[in-house]
């Protein structure tokens, strides 16, 4: 069946520092590839998306990239700061409305 | 604008009970989908309903069903509980097919 495989499973980073977490994909159909962030006790909440048709799209100190060739993307943080500390889920959706999500990568950015 | 709310909130049951956690959604949303999430397991995708009048099972369905009352609400049910099924449960809502999901706040549930 459908499988998103996400990696690291935690990440400490220095603030200042980048943040890069990696997702694979196994089901040729998916077309959209959001991520999402999760504080401690909260629901996750989206942070940025991408579609098969693109390659790579920036919002500030966030960042995804797409392969669809290798089925593969991922999430890249800038100037990490303390607030970015969380767990991220990356996920893969179709047009048939199904959306797996990818086992999640608790973030710590240490001052 | 509520968003997406679920009932209850907490709750405990018995091995062998059975309970029906409740969703709504007020955005006209068309797709609704159950997780549940469990320590480093992410959320799995128990059933979804893409549109009104439709249901599909996702990656863990075995225990569960589904209902989906009208566009506004998509219930899950627990038929037997059993504690392997302890986890904290979330229902979402999406406008069409690949734009954002919205979450409610989660349902903790404990099964003794």
């Known amino acids: 069946g459908e499988n998103v495989e996400q990696h690291p499973s935690t990440l400490s980073v220095q603030e200042g520092d980048s943040a890069v977490i990696k997702c694979t994909y196994s089901?040729?159909?998916?077309?959209?590839f959001p991520w999402y962030k999760q504080e401690l006790g909260k629901r996750p909440q989206l942070i940025i998306d991408?579609?098969?048709?693109?390659g790579e799209k920036k919002d500030q100190r966030i960042a995804v990239t797409l392969n669809k060739t290798a089925k593969h993307f991922s999430l890249h943080i800038t100037e990490t700061q303390p607030e970015d500390s969380a767990v991220y889920f990356c996920?893969?959706?179709?047009?048939?409305?199904?959306?797996?999500f990818g086992q999640g990568t608790e973030l710590s950015v240490k001052p | 604008n509520a968003g997406v709310t679920q009932t209850p909130k907490f709750q405990v049951l018995k091995t062998g009970q059975s309970m029906t956690l409740q969703c709504a959604q007020d955005?006209?949303?068309?797709?609704m989908y159950w997780y549940r999430q469990d320590p480093g397991m992410g959320l799995r995708l128990i059933y979804y309903?893409?549109?009104?009048?439709?249901?599909d099972k996702g990656e863990v369905p075995n225990g569960y069903n589904v209902s989906r009352l009208n566009k506004r609400e998509f219930s899950l049910r627990l038929e037997s509980a059993a504690p392997s099924q302890t986890s904290v449960y979330f229902c979402a809502s999406i406008p069409q097919g690949d734009t954002e999901a919205f979450f409610g706040q989660g349902t903790r549930l404990t099964v003794v």
């Open positions: 996920a893969a959706g179709d047009q048939g409305g199904k959306l797996i």
């Open positions: 991408i579609r098969s048709n693109v």
């Open positions: 309903s893409a549109s009104e009048g439709t249901t």
């Open positions: 089901d040729s159909a998916s077309n959209y």
């Open positions: 955005m006209n949303h068309n797709s």
